[in-house]
Nanobody
Framework: RLRPVESGGGSVQAGGSLTLTCTLSGYSLGNRYMGWYRQAPGKECEPVSQ?????????GAAVKGRFNSSLRTSDSEATVTLQMDRLKPDDTALYYCAAGWLTGGACFAGTLDAWGQGTQVTVSS
């Protein structure tokens, strides 16, 4: 199956910033969605953001106002970035990128065409 390439994770102190990037090659997004989920140890998966080329935007309540996502598409590639500012220790998690007919506000729900292996974000206090 298609596998997006995720990058940009790392370690940062609270208050800092990181930018995650996810690129899915050989894929035409069309009217579908790309988004980010996160999973921290011992916690439920949490939807972070979801975008469509048509202008739809969703951000989880915990990240709204601090995270901003953008989407770039072509006939053969789709890239979604996640700019994370004013990071908190609670943002520490494995962040996954996904693409397809995603169901808003839920993790890995809907009809997924592709999802990544995750990139780790660690925020220290």
């Amino acid at each position: 199956r298609l596998r997006p390439v995720e990058s940009g994770g790392g370690s940062v102190q609270a208050g800092g910033s990181l930018t995650l990037t996810c690129t899915l090659s050989g894929y035409s997004l069309g009217n579908r969605y790309m988004g980010w989920y996160r999973q921290a140890p011992g916690k439920e998966c949490e939807p972070v953001s979801q975008l469509s080329a048509g202008g739809y935007e969703y951000y989880g309540a915990a990240v709204k106002g601090r995270f901003n996502s953008s989407l770039r598409t072509s006939d053969s590639e789709a890239t979604v970035t996640l700019q994370m500012d004013r990071l908190k220790p609670d943002d520490t998690a494995l962040y996954y990128c996904a693409a397809g007919w995603l169901t808003g506000g839920a993790c890995f729900a809907g009809t997924l065409d592709a999802w990544g292996q995750g990139t780790q974000v660690t925020v220290s206090s």
